[in-house]
């Protein structure tokens, strides 16, 4: 079930990306190491909602915020805006290609599954429509953007989703493929 691996540099977060079969609960990483074992951290997982060759255009990866930095707790030190000014490089590994990625918001926003909210994006202005409020903070509780980047229904954005103090919210840093 691993098909990728994430990288990001001057953080702990260097892992196997997992997706489970068609058919398993979809949130079985959530809880499982990526060999399957039984384990409370879990994994960095997609669900199927999503491709595992990173096309779509919201690429969605989930993680705990372990009290030890494991996982995606590290995305937190995006909250700080000088480690956000210092480090946009997020690099994807798949088996037959290397994506590179550059982060461009961090934020604290409402916990509502982006994907099915938006119906996976498959409307292109649905898509256009979301980009244009991410700049514009609609989705942002308290965060940072880099509002000078330039996102257009052509880009292909991968979210990295984990939860934060707060009830009823999660914390994401979303990058846009170079």
């Given amino acids: 079930d691993v098909y990728a691996w994430i990288c990001i540099p001057d953080t702990q977060?260097?892992?196997?990306?997992?997706?489970?079969?068609?058919?398993?609960?979809?949130?079985?990483?959530?809880?499982?190491?990526?060999?399957?074992?039984?384990e409370f951290a879990g994994s960095i997982y997609s669900q199927n909602y999503n491709k595992k060759d990173f096309s779509d255009p919201n690429t969605v990866l989930y993680g705990h915020d372990m009290s030890n930095g494991s996982m995606f707790q590290n995305l937190h030190?995006?909250?700080?805006?000088?480690?956000?000014?210092?480090?946009?490089?997020v690099t994807v590994y798949l088996p037959d290609k290397v994506l590179h990625y550059r982060v461009f918001a961090a934020y604290n926003t409402s916990d509502e599954h982006i994907l099915l909210k938006f119906d996976c994006f498959k409307d292109p202005k649905v898509f256009k429509q979301y980009l244009k409020d991410i700049l514009a903070g609609t989705y942002m509780y308290s965060g940072t953007i880099d509002d000078d980047i330039e996102l257009t229904e052509k880009s292909r954005l991968l979210t990295l989703s984990t939860c934060n103090a707060y009830d009823n919210q999660r914390f994401v840093v979303q990058c846009v493929l170079e």
């Avoid at 079969?21 to 074992?37: C, K, S």
């Avoid at 030190?77 to 490089?89: C, G, S």
């Fill in 77 to 89: 030190f995006y909250e700080d805006k000088e480690f956000f000014d210092k480090n946009r490089e």
């Fill in 13 to 38: 977060i260097n892992y196997p990306v997992c997706q489970s079969p068609e058919g398993v609960d979809q949130d079985f990483y959530l809880n499982h190491r990526a060999d399957g074992t039984e």
